[in-house]
Every structure is written in C-alpha cells, then in structure tokens.
C-alpha cells in the first residue's frame, strides 16, 4: 500500500528534481501535495513532515530515476521532461511527475495520450519550450568583441539557455562564445573545449567591440535591406514572426 | 550560475582554447554597395531553406553544422524568411529573359563578387548567426561552364579550404557540363535549377535563349547522380562522397504567363515523381521591366501562390492526387477556400469520418486536421475513445472540421455544399496569408 502524499523538495535543479523522482519512484511513493525548492539544512522547515528524498550529489537516487525511466522512454522523455522544467510553469514539477507516473505505467506511448489533459498541457509546455528555443537558435545574434570572443544577449521567455547553448556548440565547436540570458542574469561561456560559467558580462558595448564589428552589420543591414520585395511588403506577418523581445538585439532592425 | 544551467551544463576549469580563425576581409563601403547590388538580383529567388541536412557536412569542420529542420534567421519586410546569404556571384548577364531583373537588356547596376569577398562575408555571417549558410546563384556572364566553374570553386574554398559546414545552396547553371555538376553536387547540400515558365510554349516565348533539354537534361542528371551515389552506400562502400544530401528543387513563377494552376500543379506532380525533387517552389510574378511580352499584374498573386503551396503540400504529405485537386485547364485554384476544403465540398459523400474508427488516410483528408493532429489523434485512440472536446484540445481547427468529423456522441451539422460554401467562406476562410504550417492547419 501506498504510504500518504507528503510535499517533496528538491534543490531547484533539473537533477535535483530527477534524483528526487528517483527515490519517490523507488518507494512507490504517491504523487507529492506540493513541490518546493529548499533543502534540509535551509533554517526552519515550514513544512511539517516534508520529505527530502533526494539531491543532485546523490548519485544513486539520479541512476534509478534514468534506470527507471529507460523502458518508459529513455532519452527522449528525460528531454521532454528538461523541455517542461524550463518552461517555468508554476505546476512544472507537478505535471514532471505525472509523465513520468504515465510513463512507467504505459511505457513509451504514455506520453503520447493526448486526449487527456495533464498530457496534452505537458505537451503544450513542450512544444512553447522548443518553440521559444527554436526560434532564439535563429534570432540570436553574436558579436566580436576584442578578446576574439563572440558574445550574445537575448531575453528568451522561457530559460531556453541550456537547449540553445548545446545548438551552438555543434555549430561553433572551435569558436570562443558567450550567451547572456538578460531576463534570468546568468549566461555561458564555451571556450571551444568545455562550458563555463559566465563571470560578469561587458558593460560599455560600443568600447568592446572590435573594428570589423561595424562594418559586418553594416553589410548585413544592407544585404536585409535590398532582400525585401516592397511589392510584397507585409509587416504584419513580419511582426508575427520577429517578436518584440528580439527585435532590440537584431542589428539590421537598427 | 542560474540553478538550471548548472545542473545541465558540466561546469569545469581547464585550458582554454584559443578560438579558430581564418584571415577574412574587412568589408569596405564598396563591398557593402555590391552586396546590396548582388541581394537585390537574387531576391526573386524564393528557395531559402536550409533544411533537410542531417549530420555535418564535414567530419570536424571548423565552423557550422546544418540543423535538420533548417533555421529562420530573420524576416524581411514582406515577411519572407531569411536563412541564407542568398547572391548572385555576378549580375552581368549575357541573356535575355523577358521576366528576369537582371537580364541583358535590363538597366541596373552591375557588380560581380571575388571569390575572398563571398567567403569572407559568408564566413562572418555565420560566426555571428545571420545566416545559415550560403545560397549562391550567378547570371550568365560567358559561357555556363565558366559561371558554374566560378560559383563551385567559392562553395569549394569554403569547404576544402576553409572546413565550413554550414549549408551551401549552388544554383546549376542550364547548359553547365556533367563535370561541373558532379563537382557541385560533392560541396552543396542542395542543387537546383530553376523551370521559372510552366509550359514549353511560354519558355520560347519569353526566355528563347533557353530551352526545355537545357533546364531538364541537368535535373535529370543530378536524379541520376544521387540515385548511383545512394546505391553505392547501399552497397556499404565506407567512403562514398556525399552528394547533394538535401536534393534538388526548383522555382515555378506563378502569373506572367497564361497557364493555368492545373498544368503548374501537374508539373509540379511529374517532377516530384519522375525526376525525384525535393521541393517545388512558387513565385508570383512581380513586375520588374516594362517587356510587352509580359502582362501588367499589380499587385502579385499572392494568394494564388499561396493556394499552390497548400495543394503542393496535399500532394506530398496528405496522399491527394493532382487530379482530385487541379481545377479545370487553364483555371485557377478555389480563391475562398484552401484545396483540402474546397475537395471536400465536392465530395459531400466521403463525410463524416469517424476519428474513433476510420484510418490515416480518410483522416488526412477531413479539412482543419493536419498531419500533426492525425497523428496525435491516432495516439490517442490508443487509450479510449476520443470526443470533441478532447480534438479541440489538441488542436483541431474546430470551426472547419466540425463540419466533417463525428466522434462520440458528436454528430455533425447536416449540410448542402452551396450553403457551407458560403458560410465557410464568410468566416474568413480567404486570408491573404502566406505563413503556411508544415504539418498544421491553419
């Protein structure tokens, strides 16, 4: 039998969140009432009988959540689960859950009942998710500052960084590159070898760039100029595609 | 670091690599002035996607990686998606075309790029991700082995000498020898030749320089080509160059001759089937030139062009044939309605489908269900019957296909063609849209 829902807590990591899945799933636990991110030694517990299943340092509970979860989906449910976690929804963790509970039960086509509301909400988180980081592979702009170094601001909606970031180092393995979420202050750096944590980003832009900087926007503010048909011109469809979060960082929008 | 990115991204201290760099130019005013020259003859071109790649073009390249579903980079005013740096290598053209911006006759300024200002610009647009690659098109200066020559050797000094693996579109220039085309084919993702004119009649008439075995003796050749390299990694031959992995597509201008939708869309059937391309693209025709063989059209049809893309997509994701979609010969397609419904008006009798019971196909074919929804509807059976308020959750165009669906205890509204007809078209059915969904209904 099922011992009682108790709220859960995790450290507010995607891995934190998976360990923690782990350990419920291995004491066939039943769904939290709540989750929350703290950990056992943050001060005063508000929450009387809270259950601390699980953190990223604990290795053991991470490899049974993925043991768990390799019949029920693999790779691609732990990617649709990262999808909804960076989706910031209030009920993330929630609906996490409920995948992976669907999941296990049903195995791989779980995930795949549309019909039923919980899944087809995860499944709308899914797709804004990879819809937002679509778009920010193609809407992302870097600069050449002078240390070589090409640097990059957005203010995505949802925390799209980590799925963006993995694009670029396919795409520019052996460059030197910063991403710089504005919206949650915190970014990446690739170095061409490894992921770094971002330590402080350039304050006076027009001081860091280098002397082609300039004049490779300006070509490409010419080169977008002269694409347009103006026999066709339709900004409404424009605007539908370039969204104003965007727009700031796009050079040839200048 | 932000709780997510640290869980995700394993966060280390060791050596850091000094960044690969090759020598590129730095552009002055006058190679800005060319570009912008060199765009505008090329925006005519509607192919600018960068799709249908997988894996790297080079094993280690230095810079770039072809996304699979191929990225937007930016929208220009007529709401066009920008994906590539898409020139003309020259404009200095040696033809005559009454349709074209940059023919001989034509009175624009000219500008010819150098191969290091091509790979310099394409190079540090990618660094900087304007784009996703390079699509390359040239006038005929001289003859079209030497332009097709010029073009290969750029795409080649991108690849070979620089390791760029970005994605690389070469136009084949009609006439070019096989030798050239083989050579193109080993550095571009994609090849394509542009038809333009949708009738031999009309070829001969605007553009006599050029004939019908000059545009489809190469299309074949490249059909050929991918054929015999596709059989040979068949045959588990290790090192078999690749060869034009994202195929061939080609460009129909929609409106500057007289055909109708019916001979454009039975074109765009016999090449999809007999030479094998990937994509078919559409262009209403803008008026570029004051030619008396050309008819005055203002504005373009871009309504037209955007119902060929819709009955286009029938064609290849949706199991239609072209007779059931073509209209009669020489007319156009159904303005009011998208291809899909107007079938289906015609058609009273094949409706309601059942979306708990009947198949993929009768499915596909009910308006306001794309291949998404089909897809997720047959999912979804799976695990019990589905009913109206779970299609629209799942994101059924319920204003269109509830005309034509049942499902539990939902039956549709008895209709007579004439008057659905007439209310779907008032519900704004016709928008002058050209945003068009893959695997959506819009």
């Known amino acids: ?173 052996r460059q030197r590159w910063a991403i710089h979420d504005e919206v949650r202050h915190y970014g990446v750096v690739w170095d061409g070898a490894a992921f770094h944590e971002a330590e402080g980003f350039p304050q006076d832009m027009a001081e860091s760039l280098t002397e082609s900087e300039s004049r490779y926007q300006a070509c490409w503010r010419a080169f977008f100029r002269e694409l347009e048909i103006p026999e066709r011109r339709n900004l409404r469809l424009q605007r539908h595609f370039l969204p104003e979060r965007f727009r700031k960082y796009l050079p040839e929008l200048d | 670091m932000n709780t997510v990115a640290s869980a995700i991204f394993p966060v280390t201290s060791g050596p850091v690599s000094p960044p690969c760099r090759i020598n590129t130019l730095i552009p002055d005013d006058r190679l800005e002035r060319k570009l912008g020259i060199l765009a505008q003859s090329a925006r005519y071109d509607v192919s600018c996607v960068s799709s249908g790649v997988s894996g790297a073009a080079l094993r280690h390249a230095a810079l770039g990686a072809p996304a699979r579903s191929g990225i937007c980079h930016s929208w220009t005013a007529d709401g066009r998606c920008v994906s590539l740096l898409k020139v003309l290598l020259s404009n200095a053209c040696v033809y005559d075309c009454a349709y074209c911006a940059n023919r001989c006759s034509a009175n624009v300024p000219r500008a010819t790029f150098k191969v290091e200002e091509l790979v310099s610009l394409t190079w540090e647009f990618y660094r900087r991700n304007y784009i996703e690659g390079l699509f390359l098109s040239s006038a005929i200066w001289s003859t079209p082995d030497r332009t097709m020559e010029a073009m290969v050797r750029v795409a080649e000094k991108l690849r070979y000498g620089h390791g760029f693996g970005g994605y690389i579109h070469l136009k084949v220039i009609p006439g070019a020898s096989l030798e050239w085309i083989v050579r193109a084919g080993r550095v571009a993702d994609r090849l394509s030749i542009n038809i333009e004119l949708p009738s031999e009649r009309s070829l001969g008439m605007l553009c006599p320089q050029k004939s019908r075995a000059a545009i489809l003796t190469p299309m074949l050749r490249i059909r050929d080509t991918l054929v015999e390299f596709a059989e040979d990694r068949g045959k588990g031959f290790r090192h078999v160059p690749r060869f034009a992995p994202a195929g061939q597509s080609t460009q129909l201008v929609v409106g500057a001759t007289p055909e109708g939708d019916d001979t454009i869309l039975r074109l765009s059937d016999a090449l999809y089937r007999k030479v094998g391309l990937r994509r078919v693209f559409y262009s209403a025709y803008v008026p570029v030139g004051d030619d008396r063989r050309i008819p005055v059209l203002a504005p373009p049809e871009k309504l037209r062009e955007h119902r060929l893309y819709q009955a286009d997509w029938l064609l290849r994701f949706y199991g239609f044939t072209v007779e059931e979609i ?117």
């Open chain 1, 1 to 173: 039998m099922n011992p009682d829902p108790k709220p859960a807590v995790y450290d507010g990591t995607f891995a934190g969140w998976c360990a923690a899945c782990g350990c419920l799933l291995a004491k066939a636990s039943a769904a939290p009432l709540y989750w929350r991110v703290g950990s056992d030694g943050d001060g005063e517990d508000l929450f009387e009988n809270t259950e601390v299943p699980g953190r990223p340092a604990d290795d053991s509970n991470l490899n049974l959540f993925f043991t768990l979860l390799e019949p029920a989906g693999g790779r691609k449910l732990v990617y649709d689960l990262l999808c909804v976690f960076l989706s910031e929804a209030p009920d993330r963790e929630t609906l996490m859950f409920q995948m992976v509970q669907v999941s296990v039960a049903l195995g791989q086509r779980g995930r795949r009942w549309h019909s039923r509301p919980d899944m087809r909400r995860a499944g709308m988180l899914i797709d804004r998710v990879r819809r937002e980081a679509h778009r920010s592979k193609g809407l992302l702009r870097f600069v050449e500052l002078r240390d070589g170094t090409l640097y990059a601001r957005y203010a995505p909606s949802h925390d799209v960084t980590p799925l963006v970031a993995g694009h670029f180092r396919r795409r520019m393995p």
């Open chain 2, 326 to 442: 073509a209209p009669n010969e020489g007319e156009k397609l159904d303005a009011r309605f998208d291809p899909k419904t107007a079938w289906a008006l015609k058609h009273p009798e094949y409706f309601p489908v059942d979306v708990n019971r009947d198949d993929r196909e009768r499915l596909l074919r009910v308006p306001g269900l794309g291949v998404r929804n089909v897809n997720r509807i047959l999912q979804a059976r799976h695990f019990g019957s589905i009913d109206a308020a779970a299609l629209r959750r799942m994101g059924v165009v319920w204003r269109r296909a509830r005309y034509f669906v049942q499902c539990g205890d939902y039956r549709p509204p008895r209709w007579h063609p004439e008057q659905l007809a007439s209310r779907l078209a008032d519900s704004g059915q016709h928008p002058e849209q050209l945003e068009l969904g893959l695997f959506n209904e819009s």
